[in-house]
């Protein structure tokens, strides 16, 4: 079943590691700064060396997500 609260982030105690591009290891966040729009996250491999950089913001509610996709199929909820 779809949440009705979106998963932000930014409000996360703990942010999940990435799999690296370079060796496939994981990447774990080093540095987390809040900017206007959300989280600046810097990932950093203790494999390889490798770092990466993501943005992240206020995402949509996975519930907001599935009905505009059905919405978009013209697919109608069931009652209840």
Do not use: W, Y
């Not at 540095?31 to 810097?42: H, I, K, P, S, W």
């Amino acid at each position: 079943m779809a949440s009705r609260d979106p998963f932000n982030i930014v409000e996360s105690p703990v942010v999940a590691s990435i799999p690296c591009i370079g060796c496939g290891n994981n990447m774990h966040c080093i540095r987390r700064q809040q900017v206007t729009a959300g989280e600046v996250q810097l990932f950093m491999c203790a494999a390889c060396g490798n770092s990466s950089e993501r943005v992240v913001g206020m995402q949509e509610s996975d519930e907001d997500i599935q009905s505009a996709i059905e919405k978009s199929l013209g697919i109608a909820r069931k009652a209840g």
